[in-house]
């Protein structure tokens, strides 16, 4: 945009950001337009500031205009003398860290200070070791170090992965002692079982949430029964007809036959990172309820797409994380979750969508700096019967970082927070 005048920028912007989905007024663009005689519109990192603040309303949107701005107004890299930016430096050292066997306690602590959000209000262990872990991206991290050692044999590469497990689930627990240095002891109310938050159990309460997984499936299908046997409305029509045999008394309304559809269901689950061990929660809970379905197929995917309807079929429904993770080609790219490009590979399957098909997704609708999935979600809409979006981070998460909750909403039929078996259950009851 060199050379161009306030209008034209400020004209560029909200044109881009109406067509990528973001309610922009004309009171905004006033508003904006004032802010941009404020400012010199050379210092691109203040006609930026000017912009996020008379323009956006939520962190999706933020992200939005990022984009749009990167663009349009993009800032020039720095120059070579200046740090190079401390989240990918400290994970560069950390990768080399758990590569080489160093001590991994002083990185540990670093990570915690970078991603652990101990800035902002303080909410317990576990959310903010949860958060350092997620900044992270640990699971990159272990791709990596597998990587490293993929032209070993088959014994070594197996003494490998174990080894690389090891160092970090060394680290996790380092970081954890260190958000716990951090923030002083926390006595928080201990939740029921139904209201733990599944991304934040430790082995134990795992192990126990999935034991507690078919009396909530049998308590799902009690509940469907009940619904499914309820009485139709009244059929006007035949109660009069039928009245004509008593003197117009309508001494039997005569109801209306109830006609259950039963939706096909396409599932796909996000297995990266921190997300990894809930979508066995969600695929168990589909497969325990299949009868609720016409048909139900399911994937799982990180960048990558796989289909593993056939495996959860053999499994009956009980799937470890690791055993989702093993499957080929899973990992396309980075190893971070990229919703648009599953999304595209799964609208390449001709026959993985029609109009009788309801699509849940399943994840926390995290960037990770990818493209947003706007086109295809819509895309997706238009050829399914309904999209729905199951989140397992607490609704006080979304929108937070780089969440892209908020967005996400506004492309699918309806999104449901189901951090905990009981709002797992409500949801799937929901869409049955």
């Not at 309610?23 to 663009?29: A, H, L, N, Q, R």
């Not at 902002?120 to 900044?135: E, N, Y």
């Amino acid at each position: 945009m060199t050379g161009g005048t306030t209008a034209d920028l400020l004209l560029a912007v909200t044109r881009a950001l109406r067509t990528a989905g973001v309610p922009v007024s004309t009171g905004d663009s006033i508003v904006a337009a004032r802010a941009l005689d404020r400012v010199d519109l050379n210092r691109r990192r203040e006609v930026r500031a000017a912009l996020r603040s008379s323009l956006i309303k939520d962190v999706a949107s933020a992200q939005i205009l990022d984009r749009v701005l990167d663009r349009l107004l993009p800032i020039p890299s720095p120059e070579p003398h200046q740090p190079a930016p401390t989240g990918a430096d400290l994970l560069q050292r950390i990768g080399e860290a758990l590569g080489n066997g160093s001590d991994l306690t002083e990185l540990a602590g670093e990570a915690v200070n970078t991603h652990g959000g101990l800035d902002d209000q303080v909410r317990g262990l576990r959310h903010h070791t949860t958060r350092t872990l997620r900044g992270l991206g640990l699971d990159a991290l272990l791709r990596q170090l597998l990587d490293r050692r993929s032209g070993e044999d088959e014994l070594e590469r197996r003494l490998s992965a174990a080894e690389a497990e090891a160092r970090v689930q060394e680290l996790k627990e380092l970081i954890e002692r260190a958000v716990a240095a951090r923030i002083g002891p926390v006595a928080p109310d201990a939740p029921t079982l139904a209201d733990a938050t599944i991304l934040l159990a430790d082995a134990a309460e795992l192990a126990a949430l999935r034991g507690a997984l078919a009396p909530l499936a049998r308590r799902l299908a009690a509940r469907l029964g009940r619904r499914r046997r309820g009485r139709g409305s009244l059929d006007i029509r035949r109660t009069i007809r039928t009245s004509m045999g008593t003197g117009g008394v309508p001494v039997r309304p005569v109801l209306r036959r109830r006609h259950r559809t039963r939706p096909e269901l396409a599932v796909l689950c996000d297995v990266s990172g921190s997300v990894a061990q809930f979508a066995p929660f969600t695929l168990a809970l589909v497969y325990a309820l299949r009868q609720e379905f016409g048909r139900v197929r399911a994937w799982v995917f990180i960048d990558g797409l796989v289909e593993i309807t056939e495996l959860l079929e053999d499994s009956r429904g009980f799937l470890d994380a690791r055993r989702l993770l093993s499957r080929r080609g899973l990992v396309a790219g980075s190893g971070r979750s990229d919703y648009a490009a599953a999304l595209q590979r799964f609208l390449a399957d001709a026959g993985a969508v029609s109009a009788r098909t309801s699509v849940l997704v399943v994840g926390d609708a995290r960037s990770h700096d990818n493209p947003l999935p706007v086109a295809e979600l819509d895309e997706l809409r238009q050829r399914s019967r309904h999209v729905y979006w199951f989140n397992p981070e607490p609704r006080a998460e979304w929108d937070t970082d780089d969440s892209i909750a908020g967005l996400v909403a506004r492309h699918v039929d309806a999104m449901y927070e189901v951090s905990t078996l009981s709002l797992l259950g409500d949801a799937v009851a929901a869409i049955a």
